[in-house]
T-cell receptor, first 113, second 112 residues
Framework: DAGVIQSPRHEVTEMGQEVTLRCKPI?????LFWYRQTMMRGLELLIY????????DSGMPEDRFSAKMPNASFSTLKIQPSEPRDSAVYFC???????????FGPGTRLTVL | EDQVTQSPEALRLQEGESSSLNCSYT??????LFWYRQDPGKGPEFLFT???AGEEKEKERLKATLTKKESFLHITAPKPEDSATYLC?????????????FGQGTILTVHP
């Protein structure tokens, strides 16, 4: 049983470049979540989807961040343009419903130079 | 605003030395409290969900309990492989049913 799949696992880019992070949730899960983890702020929810529809994007830091979920098995988080302060580990998680336990992927470590 | 505070920030134990981690929370209405374990370089791994005061869950050497203001993660006779960061999170419902608010975590180190 494959868990949540994220790609790439590591991304190094230069300031101003576009970055796209990808996530495949666990099959059958109806809710998908994007988190960001830093030493200073810990684990923070950016946005989550129910049945492919964005429900709460209040954690998205600014307009440079956008997320899509075109179907039940795929989601993207895009940063354009990227800035050094975006450097963090980004996690995707999924769950059966939005109040059940969430299962996390391995994360994407993003470094913006 | 929902708040989750974990203590201590770091805990060092000898193998076999039992102890407890604390998670204090302030929420308008608790829908669920979750415990996760996170190893370096990996995503959080789900351990337990607790829904109401008085509830307890156990798994191997770990036992989670819940009151109206806090949760404890009891570790009995820990082993070095229990070393990890333990995260607590709450789902307070309201207008954002899916939002989990995480604590900063407790870094547990178990020495052989």
């Amino acid at each position: 049983d494959a868990g949540v799949i994220q790609s790439p696992r590591h991304e190094v880019t230069e300031m101003g470049q576009e970055v796209t992070l990808r996530c495949k949730p666990i099959s059958g899960h109806n809710s998908l979540f994007w988190y960001r983890q830093t030493m200073m702020r810990g684990l923070e929810l950016l946005i989550y989807f129910n049945n492919n529809v964005p429900i709460d994007d209040s954690g998205m830091p600014e307009d440079r961040f956008s997320a899509k979920m075109p179907n039940a098995s795929f989601s993207t988080l895009k940063i354009q343009p990227s800035e050094p302060r975006d450097s963090a580990v980004y996690f995707c998680a999924s769950s059966w419903t939005d109040y059940n336990e969430q299962f996390f992927g391995p994360g994407t470590r993003l470094t913006v130079l | 605003e929902d708040q989750v505070t974990q203590s201590p920030e770091a805990l060092r134990l000898q193998e076999g030395e039992s102890s407890s981690l604390n998670c204090s929370y302030t929420v308008s209405g608790l829908r669920g409290l979750f415990w996760y374990r996170q190893d370096p370089g990996k995503g959080p791994e789900f351990l337990f969900t607790l829904y109401s005061a008085g509830e307890e869950k156990e798994k191997e050497r770990l036992k989670a309990t819940l009151t109206k203001k806090e949760s404890f993660l009891h570790i009995t006779a820990p082993k070095p492989e229990d070393s990890a960061t333990y995260l607590c999170a709450v789902n307070a419902g309201g207008t954002s049913y899916g939002k989990l608010t995480f604590g900063q975590g407790t870094i547990l180190t178990v020495h052989p």
